[in-house]
């Protein structure tokens, strides 16, 4: 069984920053593609930034500047480090885990960020 635990969401104005971090236990042999999508009131959810076990990246045009995606493979752990935060940022970001072809995937619970203005 695979879990994931999400952490850093919050309430933050608008330019601020805020940290992701996702940890993934278990079984996660066959699972090299870590990365957060969002979901905003409202709307489908969305790839934010998704990155392999060899570290190629995959960011959204809409974060590109603004956010970076990393991974520490010894913790098995993901981050999302978002600057200059928007009120369209305002979304349940999940943390996910998969397989290359999508053959398997795991969801994190989601936090939830608020960009304030």
């Known amino acids: 069984q695979v879990q994931l635990v999400e952490s850093g969401g919050g309430l933050v104005q608008v330019g601020g920053s805020l940290r992701l971090s996702c940890a993934a236990s278990g079984n996660t042999v066959d699972l090299n593609t870590m990365g957060w999508y969002r979901q905003g009131p409202g709307k489908p959810r969305e790839l934010v930034a998704d990155i392999t076990s060899g570290g190629d990246r995959n960011v959204a045009d809409s974060v590109k500047a603004r956010f970076t995606i990393s991974r520490d493979a010894a913790k098995n752990t993901v981050y999302l480090q978002m600057n200059s935060l928007k009120p369209e940022d305002t979304a349940v970001y999940y943390c996910?885990?998969?397989?290359?072809?999508?053959?398997?995937?795991?969801w994190g619970q989601g936090t939830q960020v608020t960009v304030s203005s």
């Open positions: 996910s885990l998969r397989s290359h072809n999508w053959s398997l995937y795991y």
